[in-house]
């Protein structure tokens, strides 16, 4: 394995996840840039479906800020649902939920899920999701 300390490559469930990690790293570089709204929408359905998996719950609390600040700009309903969707699995299956209702009270989500609630939606789990994330411990 080029570039990957040989300690982590003896190491099964460590050599396993490390590329993962990597992986997280660079679309984490690429997410924090201005970037179209269909790639927007791709990293964050794939963060969303890393977060049903508690082992990536932790790297993933980096993506709250700037998903939170693509949700405030964000449009599509798609791109609000997936958002969102996101941000309950974190506070669902994040082996510590209180540590990412701070993250997202830091990132002013709260503020911004309160904000797309009272806008009608044809997607009915916009607010079900809107709901779990305005009502997250803090």
């Known amino acids: 394995h080029p570039g990957i300390p040989a300690a982590h490559v003896a190491h099964p469930r460590v050599s396993s996840t490390l590329p ?3 992986l997280l790293d660079k679309m984490l570089n690429i997410f924090s840039t201005r970037i179209s709204f269909q790639l927007q929408y791709q990293i964050v359905f794939c963060l969303w479906l890393l ?3 508690t082992t990536y719950c932790n790297k993933l609390l980096d993506f709250v800020k700037p998903s939170a600040e693509i949700l405030r700009q964000a449009m599509k309903e798609k791109v609000i649902r997936i958002i969102m969707q996101f941000y309950r699995n974190l506070l669902t299956n994040h082996p510590s939920p209180r540590k990412a209702a701070e993250l997202m009270i830091q ?3 709260q503020v911004s899920v309160g904000q797309l609630v009272e806008k009608s939606w044809k997607d009915e789990d916009i607010k079900e999701d809107g709901g779990t994330c305005e009502g997250c411990p803090g």
Do not use: D, H, P
Request: hydrophobic share 35%; charged share 20%.
């Open 20 to 22: 993962q990690l990597y």
């Open 107 to 109: 990132g002013k989500v």
């Open 51 to 53: 977060s049903f998996r």
